[in-house]
Structure formats: C-alpha cells, structure tokens
C-alpha cells in the first residue's frame, strides 16, 4: 500500500450543527466555529464530538476525533431498540419509543441522525425541553446507552423467557 493513500475507516460521519461562537476578551472579540458531529457504524455503535477553532475544516476534523472517543454501543432488538426510555441532559430530554418495521425514523435532525448512524431502522422519538442540538445529542445518547437487552432484563430479574409466557 502506498504511503499516500488514505486509510478508510468503517465509519461514517454527519454534521449537526455548525454555530460561529465568540469570546469577549480585553483585546477584542475572537472568532471561533463549533462543530458538532456524529459518528457512526451502522451497527450498534455511535458517538456525538465537538470541536471549536478558526477554520471549519479543522473544527470538523476535530468533532470526529472527540466523537470516537465517546462511542458507545447501542443495544438493539432487529432493527429498533427494546424498550421505551427517557434520555436526560440538562435541559434536554428525548423520548425514544421502539416502532414496528417499515416505520422508519420518526426524530428530528438531531436525534435522526444518531439513529441512523447507530443502525436504527424504525423508532419514534420526541424531544421534550430545549432545542439546543447539542444538549439533544447528549440527551439522546444518554438514553440509548441505557438500554438493555431482554436477556439482561430477565437475568436481573432471575426469571427465565418461559416464566414470563406463563405469567402472563
């Protein structure tokens, strides 16, 4: 392989949001951009980065480093998740529901676009509280790593898939 070519990695990325931030200092006002960005695999793992510089290249490049240092791993049931659940951070609150196939993805931009990036086939999800695209992402993240599989709910609980038919 050549020393040039570039190595592919199995990632993919989207933006989020681009804002143009500035700090008040003695001197003036200095400029920045604040990227954040979404990574992710497709198959159960996601990660949501931010970077901040001058120049929006570099502040990109930056949000993709920061987002795979935060992956996390989705746990998933098919081709949405198992169980309802509410992701807090802050402000921000999303409310993610599990969707029958053919569904599709029923969020926001935000939110969206972490599900599809995590492999999300079919979900609904609302957000509750502020708009922030960050905070969302946070708030989003937060509940899909909450998640649990059914065989880690019935392990908790002691009970075995049989019992819960006869149960019920």
């Known amino acids: ?10 990632f993919e990325n989207e933006i989020i949001d681009i804002r143009r931030v500035s700090k008040v200092t003695k001197g ?3 400029l920045r951009f604040r990227v954040t960005m979404v990574v ?13 510089t001058t120049e929006i290249p ?17 746990n998933m049931d098919g081709s949405t998740i198992p169980h309802e659940i509410i992701g807090k951070f802050k402000a921000g609150n999303v ?15 935000t939110v969206g676009a972490i599900c599809r990036l995590a492999g999300i086939k079919d979900i609904l ?8 695209p960050l905070t969302l992402s946070k708030a989003a993240l937060k ?4 998640l ?21």
């Open 28 to 30: 003036g006002r200095n």
């Open 125 to 132: 999800t609302k957000s509750i509280g502020t708009t922030n």
């Open 58 to 74: 570099r502040a990109i490049q930056q949000a993709i480093r920061d987002a795979k240092k935060s992956l996390i791993q989705v």
């Open 1 to 10: 392989m050549r020393r040039n070519q570039r190595i592919q990695d199995e």
């Open 95 to 109: 409310l993610l529901k599990p969707a029958y196939p053919g569904t599709g993805v029923i969020a926001g931009t």
């Open 40 to 52: 992710g695999d497709g198959k159960g793992r996601v990660g949501v980065g931010m970077g901040s």
């Open 148 to 168: 649990r599989s059914r065989q880690e709910i019935e392990q908790v609980l002691g009970v075995g898939a049989q019992e819960v038919r006869d149960a019920a």
């Open 143 to 146: 509940g899909l790593e909450q």
